[in-house]
C-alpha cells in the first residue's frame, strides 16, 4: 500500500545545511514532491523529481533519490530563519492525474 | 493573476450540522482535487474532478462527504451529519492539467471545528 514516512522535528543553525528525510513504500511512484507550508499559508511545492531520477538541483535545494531504498532526502544549503516551516514529502503515481500522497510533515526550526 | 480560493477561511458548527465548503479554482484550470489535513498530520487526499466528473473519489471517508463542480469550476464540499472527527482543515487545489507534475496550486483551506 501507499504509505510515506517523514521524522517529524529538526532543529539547525542559520547558515547550516538542513536534511530533511523521507521513506516511502509503494515503488511504483511516478513523482515525488517536497512542499512547504508556513502557517498560516497554502501548501507550496518546492522541488519535485521524477522517479527515474537520482538527483535534482534547484538553487539552494538538492533532492536525492534512492529509489532501491525508497529514500527521498532534500538538502537545503545556507538555512535562514525564513526557511522555518513545516515540509512535507508527497508521491504521486501513473494514471493521468496527481493524486498526492502525503507524509506527516517535519517542523524544520531555524535558530540563530 | 487570482490564485485558488477557499470559502470560509474558517467554519465552527456543532454536531450533526450540515456544512458546505467551496473552492473557487484558478480560471481555466480542469483539475480540481480536495484534500483534507487533521492536526499534526499530512494532507489526506479526498476526492479529484475533472471537468464536471469526480474521476476519483476513492479518498471520502463515508457517505456523509459529497462533492460536486456542475460547471467544471467552483467545487463544493458538502459534510452531512458533521462529526468531531471531521473536524480539519479542508485543502483545494487546481491544475491547468490532470497529470501535470509541477502545477497543482494549493488554496489556503478552510479549517472545520466540529463542536
Known amino acids: 500500500g501507499e504509505d510515506v514516512e517523514q521524522s517529524l522535528f529538526l532543529s539547525v543553525r542559520e547558515g547550516d545545511s538542513s536534511v530533511i528525510n523521507c521513506t516511502y513504500t509503494?515503488?511504483?511512484?511516478?513523482?515525488l514532491y517536497w512542499y512547504k507550508q508556513e502557517p498560516g499559508a497554502g501548501l507550496q511545492l518546492l522541488t519535485y523529481?521524477?522517479?527515474?531520477?537520482d538527483m535534482k538541483q534547484d538553487q539552494r535545494l538538492t533532492v536525492l533519490l534512492n529509489k532501491k531504498d525508497k529514500h527521498l532526502s532534500l538538502r537545503i544549503a545556507d538555512t535562514q530563519t525564513g526557511d522555518s516551516a513545516i515540509y512535507f514529502c508527497?508521491?504521486?503515481?501513473?494514471?493521468?492525474?496527481?493524486?498526492?500522497?502525503f507524509g506527516a510533515g517535519t517542523r524544520l526550526a531555524v535558530h540563530p | 493573476g487570482a490564485g485558488v480560493s477557499q470559502t470560509p477561511s474558517n467554519k465552527v458548527t456543532e454536531k450533526g450540522k450540515y456544512v458546505e465548503l467551496r473552492c473557487d479554482p484558478i480560471?481555466?484550470?480542469?483539475?480540481l482535487y480536495w484534500y483534507r489535513q487533521s492536526l499534526g498530520q499530512g494532507p489526506e487526499f479526498l476526492i479529484y474532478?475533472?471537468?464536471?466528473?469526480?474521476?476519483?473519489d476513492s479518498g471520502l471517508p463515508n457517505d456523509r462527504f459529497f462533492a460536486v463542480r456542475p460547471e467544471g469550476s467552483v467545487s463544493t464540499l458538502k459534510i452531512q451529519r458533521t462529526e468531531r472527527g471531521d473536524s480539519a482543515v479542508y485543502l483545494c487545489?487546481?491544475?491547468?492539467?490532470?497529470?501535470?507534475?509541477?502545477?497543482?496550486?494549493f488554496g489556503p483551506g478552510t479549517r472545520l471545528t466540529v463542536l
Open positions: 487545489a487546481s491544475s491547468p492539467e490532470a497529470g501535470a507534475a509541477d502545477t497543482q496550486y
Open positions: 509503494d515503488s511504483s511512484s511516478t513523482y
Open positions: 480560471s481555466g484550470h480542469t483539475a
Open positions: 508527497a508521491e504521486s503515481f501513473s494514471g493521468g492525474y496527481n493524486k498526492l500522497i
Open positions: 474532478f475533472q471537468g464536471t466528473g469526480a474521476a476519483d
Open positions: 523529481i521524477f522517479s527515474n531520477m
